[in-house]
């Protein structure tokens, strides 16, 4: 069995098996149908490259939907299985509050009031259960108004329903409100200073294939290990990356470098070369002589 190697020299076909596209999602489709397109261009592009892998999978990160714009990670291939690190992530929002009245002059203060811990029952048409729950409001900023019209951008925690926080600070301004325009700027690691459409993409495939240049590929399309980029990385010898390849968790011996975490924490580990090797739960001392240091929940290799 041969370990990935470093990002930065992968080939083509290896970038696309295990990648990530910051795609600037248009409105009308749904995230799913976007996806698709995209899982579907890969697999053509690599199938007429001759390659000898293919990309069978597609996953988007956070669903929004079909009107709303902006920031969909899709992962390619193995990546799909990096999906539960969005769920630990902030995302970002920009959306038009449309009040029934002129916004009040306290607005801002009135918004202000809503950052921090929140109660939310998602509502009916939902793919969760409706049950209270709380979900955590970052940062809320009013940055214009307009009569009727503001427009706030929201930083939250994942799976808060913007449409049910719209309703709720028009009953706090006293004013009602729903939710107008909506488009997500950050989905992390990702922000909208670096998405690509997916016309981006189909012509950067093209590229590759008709000209021998994949120059906008590796523009277009990152290795997966970018979705890591927030999270506590443990490095591990490669032998110790074999044995997780084969199901094993991360021992002790086999740690050569580790972030500050706490028990519990969602880890990555990468062997010395910076390739993503596991998702994992650090459930023991890195700097402990023997013994489980993390316990396997994906493994990427």
């Not at 579907?40 to 988007?60: G, I, Q, S």
């Not at 939710?179 to 189909?202: C, I, K, N, Q």
């Not at 120059?215 to 110790?240: C, H």
Request: aromatic letters at 4%; glycine letters at 6%.
């Amino acid at each position: 069995m041969s370990l990935r190697g470093p990002p930065e020299d992968r080939s083509p076909a290896e970038l696309l098996a295990f990648g990530v596209v910051a795609l600037d999602k248009p409105p009308g489709p749904s995230s799913h149908q976007v996806s698709g397109w995209i899982r579907d261009a890969v697999a053509d592009a690599l199938e007429d490259a001759d390659a000898a892998t293919t990309v069978e999978k597609a996953a988007h990160a956070g669903t929004l939907d079909p009107k709303v714009t902006g920031c969909l990670p899709v992962m390619l291939g193995t990546a799909t299985r990096l999906a539960p690190v969005f769920l630990e992530g902030k995302k970002e929002y920009v959306t038009v509050l449309e009040c029934h009245a002129p916004v009040p002059a306290d607005a801002e203060a009135v918004i202000a009031e809503f950052e921090g811990e929140i109660y939310q029952k998602p509502p009916r048409k939902s793919a969760v259960a409706r049950r209270l729950r709380t979900r955590e409001i970052h940062a809320l900023e009013l940055l214009e108004t307009d009569d009727r019209q503001a427009l706030v951008r929201i930083r939250c925690e994942s799976g808060t329903y913007v449409r049910k926080l719209c309703h709720d600070l028009g009953l706090a301004l006293g004013t009602g409100a729903h939710m107008g325009d909506l488009r997500r700027t950050a989905t992390e690691p990702f922000d909208d200073r670096e998405l690509h459409s997916a016309y981006d993409l189909v012509d950067a495939l093209a590229f590759w294939l008709e000209d021998d240049d994949p120059g906008p590929l590796y523009d277009a399309v990152e290795p997966a290990e970018r979705i890591l980029a927030d999270l506590p990385a443990v490095t591990i010898a490669e032998s110790a990356a074999r044995e997780v390849a084969n199901g094993a968790p991360v021992y002790a011996p086999g740690v050569l470098e580790a972030d500050p975490a706490d028990c519990d924490d969602l880890v990555a580990c990468f062997t010395p070369n910076d390739a993503a090797v596991c998702l994992g739960r650090l459930v023991g001392d890195p700097d402990a002589d023997s013994g489980t240091v993390v316990d396997l929940e994906r493994v990427l290799v």
